[in-house]
């Protein structure tokens, strides 16, 4: 179970201490007391790590190997069946003006009718044997993926970052022939989809309401979909994937994991922990031998820098793990992909506590669960890339190297 | 800032305590208060670091990738403007009678007028195409640098080791023609410096003088000038040496930083530590993000395995701590390139105790700088090349692996 950007670092208008420290985490600090307690290097010491790169890190993947960019685990994220080789993209709906300008990057953060305008992009011809895949994410984001043969990621992005501008031609980062030809049926589709959509009904009916029209396709971050060995391969587990984005529910995907959406889950402070709390206890009984959960909120409010919202949700997070806490017979994990302080706005390289409760375990004598109480705990210092080979030996799972 | 060789092992005669632990340091432990504390690993758990390949470690260059010797190090410590691709050697001035035995390894530990021998031997024509470059160092300490095509470290050295014998003739140490050829022009080089300074000046009245000429070169320590990513490239930092040593100075002149030497610094147990807390201090207003420092007296006292020196030492470099700790807004980092314990009297693979201080750091409840105390501290066990990784992520200069 990974609460998403939950560990911090101290701040003065907390004493010197972190929003961990200071939320009111009782059952958190049970599981600290009657587990084992640790520190944990996502990737390394001091490297900062994306939740999609720590994920797979915690996963046992390492994302020096695998990771090309986030475009390939949003597009799984949102349903589409991507392929190793695949190229994928994030993308955004925005609006053009007469003369190619982009006036809004965002079409006016549009949140209605985009389903119906990805249809028009999707399965476009642009090129022989080149298949084109656009699916509408949340807002104004939308994934678009090519598969073909003779395809590259080493391509620039099309979004020219501020409105004002004209699309910036997209150019092959390196000298191969397949990231010339991406580049071209890129540009061509950035093209198309102006002409394809400037009359679409959904826009049509936008301008009446004097809102910006997505009538242009902005696509960036190319990245080409890893070969990953399936999860249930590398362990022998059977896996669910509870998770509230497009990011983590790609990762999960990518690693073929099944998906599993919690009613009323935003990936916000304003999501639905009871009904994320049931989800997991449901999807427990079911037949897997392991889940991955994540839970956005922290992240979101350590991102905007609102330390009460952080606290408050650390607080309200704790009531799932006390719910968690009642299952039995199985090896519980509570840690972060990274930490997102609130000083910072951003990940930092900041190791994240991490606690085991199981059976059997080599309890030490930490009581509260927190950055600084975990750095004293019997696990010391670990990374991510341990955390699998650990749960595959404590699950008895694990088999002898050597004699 | 590296205090070489400072940590130790337990002592009967203290006790069971360790020099650092005994030495009155308030300023290291006020440090250690404030700070958070860890162990280091400058390579690896029980890998004996030198002070070069532990350095290169710390400051994230793969000693395994880029050491090979300390030739190239010590020369570009002196001066010599070493190139990649330059092979370069530690030598002694020697003494040899008429029979080409050498009598005085170290010629008398001549001390005045390396510099007119040197120039005799600098720009000697031996061979077509291959540039001989010879600086005196300190004492009878030399270096001397191959330049050219075609040329290897792989070769032996000519030092006997013992007085009484004649040089060693040097041997390729593979197959290849390049160690050949640069054996031959080495064997013709320890052989012309004989011709060359036998009835040099300063010879001739060190011999009225009773005192052994240096008249012969005695190379050793063959090492390639290895091709290192420039330290200001690598993290975008403008760095500056401050080091007492030439091994140390080298290390700073190869990876490009600025160095600047104290008045006064001996890199002995004498060396004039106000002098270098002063040249810190001024260092630190100038316009660098990065400062290297190193101080080697308790290295020294190890080799020498005289305790009471090294705690002496200890106890008198803390003022050094003192006058540091008065620097604001940066991130401070206190520790040893590895253990030299005065049972020893040479490096061991004991982890280092290791001090970061700096604004917003989760800092523990370490009170004391020492080898045990930091075991305590909230960074646990790092390794040497975690380092710059954690600077790079404290001062907001890491970029986020990931989204």
């Known amino acids: 179970m990974i609460i998403d950007g939950m560990a911090d670092r101290p701040l003065e208008e907390l004493g010197g201490k972190t929003p961990l420290e200071v939320a009111n985490t009782p059952n958190m600090d049970q599981m600290a007391k009657i587990g084992i307690n640790g520190i944990m290097d996502p990737i390394k010491p001091g490297i900062r790590p994306g939740s999609d790169t720590s994920h797979l890190s915690i996963l046992g993947y390492d994302p020096y190997q695998v990771y090309t960019g986030r475009g390939p685990f949003e597009a799984a994220g949102v349903g589409v069946e991507v392929r190793p080789g695949d190229i994928a993209f994030r993308c955004n709906f925005s609006t053009s003006d007469e003369d190619g300008i982009i006036i809004d990057r965002r079409a006016g953060r549009i949140r209605e009718g985009t389903s119906l305008i990805a249809q028009k992009i999707n399965g476009i011809n642009l090129e022989p044997g080149v298949e084109v895949i656009f699916k509408e994410s949340t807002g104004h984001r939308a994934v678009l993926v090519l598969r073909g043969e ?3 990621d080493q391509v620039s992005d099309a979004d020219p970052k501020h409105e004002g501008k004209v699309p910036k031609e997209i150019v092959a980062l390196d000298d191969s022939e397949e990231a010339q030809k991406t580049a071209r049926i890129l540009n061509e589709l950035v093209k198309t989809s102006y002409e394809v959509l400037k009359d679409h009904p959904v826009n049509l009916e936008r301008m009446k309401n004097k809102e910006n029209p997505a009538n242009i ?12 060995q399936p999860f249930h391969e590398k362990y022998g587990l059977k896996a669910a994937c509870i998770a509230e984005t497009g990011l983590i529910l790609g990762i ?9 959406e919690a009613e009323g889950a935003t990936g916000g402070i304003d999501t639905d922990l009871n ?4 989800c997991i206890m449901d999807t427990a009984t079911r037949n897997y031998d392991f889940i991955l959960i994540n839970i956005d909120g922290a992240d979101e409010s350590g991102h905007d820098g609102i330390l009460k919202e952080k ?8 009531s799932v793990i006390g719910q968690v ?17 609130i000083s910072i706005m951003d990940h930092t390289g900041d190791p994240v506590p991490l606690i085991i409760k ?9 009581e509260q669960f927190s950055e600084r109480a975990a750095a004293k705990g019997g696990l ?8 699998m080979n650990i749960v595959m030996d404590l699950t008895n799972r694990a088999t002898k190297f050597g004699a």
């Open 380 to 387: 010391c210092r670990i990374r991510g890339s341990d955390v």
């Open 311 to 318: 606290v408050d949700f650390l607080t309200r997070v704790d």
């Open 217 to 228: 396709i902005l696509p960036r971050g190319a990245g080409a979909v890893p070969e990953v």
């Open 325 to 341: 806490m009642q299952l039995e017979d199985v090896i519980f994990i509570l840690t972060a992909d990274h930490s997102t302080p």
């Open 275 to 278: 009904s994320i709390g049931r």
């Open 358 to 366: 199981g059976p059997a375990l080599r309890v030490d004598d930490v």
């Open 252 to 260: 999960g995907k990518i690693t073929g994991m099944d998906l599993i």
């Open 150 to 152: 003779g395809l590259s």
